[in-house]
């Protein structure tokens, strides 16, 4: 055993010396390959001088940094060519080098540099101009980054700093160049192009190189710069695609290109670095429209319906910053009457887009899209031109005056409670003396009202799953105002997912109705609860009313314990659950609500104890029919004795009278009589 020990010992000793030879065998290798390595890297003899802080040369009488940041240039763009690759002089040439040659980007960046010696900077360089700028100016020269890279001197959120090197108030550009526009920068980090920028980091919004591009910067007065008046609404359509659509439509886009100085383009309007998140005047577009539509006798051809419009109405709606044109989309300016190209009525979801996916959903667009002459459109509900915001009292949609609007259709006798073939009748009644409709009518405009249960826009039946009043979605609905109640009911056993039951469970309408609901502590309700707990619980209902508390409640005694006195509300559970009002735990404290200093011994009684239950309440049962059976035979008997004992008490009768008739014809009976008689007398 000892020996098997020292030889394993020695084997391990071993093996630690061939690990430890290895080791240093490798890190040899790799020390002695590490200056080779670093010879090897591009740049790496340069740097050698141009790596220290402290090179310097004068050019123009000013003292210029030789030093190159070794480890930004290894990262940038140009880090794989070395320096010569742009000093291209410098190949094979012996160090210390003479003052190289301007470095040439164009011979690799060729088509960015025929596009810059055409452009502004590009002239003003090739005139001698000092304060032209070049390609380093703006990219850098060693660190140069691609655009996309955030450490980029030309990255989205560093071109308006890097264009105000120069363009920006105060500097020698601003101030000796003929430059037509004054405060650029302070404008367009004012602008909400500039805020997109450099408030939130939108990268993807305009920059200055996005509108007057990164090389060819030419004049706008230039037919081929891209803000000249025939290019720019190209320019702006790079980002606002679809411009032309939702623009004034009583200007055809395609004219800008064609006629130029006839139309105004995009910066007569949105001034150029000024572009503000604002509306801008509608110009004559409305006033165009108006010339025949304020007219209050204008008539349509066909109909006879009225075309007149407001011009009181229109400013004060909510559409009074929206030009004729945007809804009315249709219309021709090449046309004297620029509306007789109008085929097709408004569609609001041009801009209501969300909104007008809920209504096509629902039963009021499913109605419209058969052309129903009784579906309710837009305009039905929000009026035509003086909509109004749904917080504003004077709006159809304000909540004071929603049951109205719906009522137009929904009362009954008109067109959709004809129609409808539901259980809900007198629905707008019902509502009206509810307590939601009777906190409404004080003002209380946070109450439910039509839109608060089926919501605005997307109304679908109840037996639809998406259906905001469907069982399955009713408590949500109603929780989005009695949020603690709904917690309650979704922990308690009635919620499906706490029973798992795959039975129809009650919800909120079940218990309370959909449209007549009363408070829960008003006599009528109270008086109900009973019957509507009995629709599910029928035996266990029909044992309360044998029980005290039924018996006073069925004679109108509102204070006796109902249902819900002892169960719950809303948050019943299973008399087995610690949380059940009527748990062990639980239930003194239940029944000392309505009798004061309950014990756990007085609470002990059975609550719906009845005798028609054996297997149950088997005493009960067997005494109640016992005590029954007792009752029964004791009458029996006793019926049956007194009908057996009938004959002979009638044979006794007769007897009786008998023989009183014959004491009475007997001589001493008639002289008895006599002296009892005159002794009365005397």
């Not at 000892?2 to 394993?8: G, I, L, Q, S, Y």
């Not at 304060?131 to 996309?148: E, F, M, Q, T």
């Amino acid at each position: 055993m000892a020996e098997t020990k020292d030889v394993r010992r020695r084997w391990c000793a071993g093996l630690r010396v061939i690990v430890a030879i290895l080791l240093a065998t490798v890190l040899s290798l790799l020390f002695w390959e590490w200056p080779a390595r670093a010879a090897d890297q591009p740049g790496a003899e340069c740097l050698a001088c141009h790596g220290d802080k402290t090179m310097t040369t004068t050019r123009a009488g000013k003292t210029v940094s030789l030093y190159v940041d070794g480890k930004k240039f290894a990262t940038s763009v140009h880090g794989s060519f070395g320096c010569t690759g742009c000093h291209a002089d410098l190949e094979g040439k012996d160090l210390p080098h003479e003052t190289p040659a301007p470095v040439k980007c164009g011979t690799c960046h060729s088509t960015e540099q025929e596009q810059h010696a055409r452009s502004l900077h590009g002239k003003a360089v090739a005139r001698g101009d000092p304060l032209a700028p070049r390609c380093v100016n703006c990219h850098g020269n060693h660190d140069i980054y691609p655009v996309k890279d955030p450490r980029s001197a030309v990255a989205a959120l560093k071109v308006p700093f890097i264009c105000g090197q120069c363009h920006r108030e105060g500097t020698p550009v601003s101030r000796n160049r003929p430059i037509p526009q004054d405060n650029i920068l302070e404008n367009y980090s004012e602008s909400i192009h500039g805020e997109a920028l450099l408030k939130k980091g939108l990268a993807v919004a305009p920059t200055c190189a996005t509108c007057h591009t990164p090389h060819l910067i030419l004049p706008h007065t230039d037919p081929a710069s891209s803000i000249n008046r025939r290019n720019i609404a190209a320019t702006c359509t790079k980002c606002h695609t679809q411009i032309e659509v939702v623009h004034r439509k009583t200007i055809r886009g395609e004219l800008w290109e064609k006629q130029a100085n006839i139309l105004p383009s995009c910066p007569d309007c949105h001034q150029p670095h000024k572009i503000r998140n604002v509306f801008y005047e509608l110009g004559m577009a409305n006033a165009d429209c108006l010339r025949c539509h304020a007219d209050e006798k204008l008539r349509r051809a066909r109909d006879g319906q009225s075309m007149y419009v407001s011009v009181g109405e229109v400013s004060h709606s909510r559409h009074n910053k929206v030009a004729c044109s945007q809804c009315h989309s249709e219309v021709n300016a090449s046309r004297v009457r620029a509306c007789e190209t109008i085929t097709h009525g408004v569609d609001c979801t041009a801009c209501h887009d969300e909104i007008g996916k809920q209504y096509v959903g629902s039963v009021h667009g499913k109605l419209v899209s058969k052309n129903d002459p009784n579906a309710p459109s837009c305009k039905e509900c929000h009026g035509t031109h003086g909509v109004l915001g749904r917080q504003d009292p004077q709006s159809a949609t304000f909540a004071t005056n929603v049951p109205g609007l719906c009522a137009r259709c929904h009362r009954e006798g008109q067109k959709a409670a004809v129609r409808y073939i539901g259980r809900q009748h007198e629905i707008i009644s019902n509502y009206t003396e509810s307590i939601h409709g009777r906190l409404l009518k004080t003002g209380l405009t946070v109450t439910a009202t039509c839109t608060s249960c089926h919501t605005a826009h997307s109304v679908l039946p109840r037996t639809d799953p998406a259906s905001s009043i469907n069982a399955a979605n009713v408590p949500d609905t109603c929780g989005r105002c009695h949020h603690g109640i709904e917690e309650q009911f979704e922990n308690s056993i009635h919620a499906k997912q706490v029973k798992g039951s795959t039975k129809e469970l009650p919800v909120c309408n079940d218990c309370h109705t959909a449209h007549a609901i009363h408070r829960t502590d008003e006599d009528n309700f109270r008086l109900k609860v009973m019957g509507t707990c009995g629709r599910c619980h029928a035996q266990i209902a029909e044992t309360y009313f044998d029980t005290y508390h039924g018996k006073v409640s069925k004679l109108g005694y509102t204070k006796a314990a109902k249902c819900y006195d002892c169960h719950g509300a809303h948050d019943v559970q299973a008399v087995t659950d610690p949380r059940s009002h009527l748990s062990r735990a639980n239930v003194a404290a239940t029944c000392g609500k309505c009798h004061a200093g309950a014990t756990r011994r007085f609470a002990g009684y059975l609550t719906h104890a009845t005798h028609h239950d054996p297997k149950k309440y088997p005493f009960l049962f067997y005494t109640f029919w016992g005590m029954t059976t007792l009752l029964l035979v004791t009458f029996v008997v006793s019926g049956m004795h007194t009908l057996l004992w009938l004959p002979r008490a009638f044979q006794m009768r007769q007897e009786l009278r008998a023989a009183e008739a014959k004491l009475a014809a007997t001589p001493e009976t008639h002289a008895a009589k006599e002296i009892i008689k005159e002794g009365s007398d005397a």
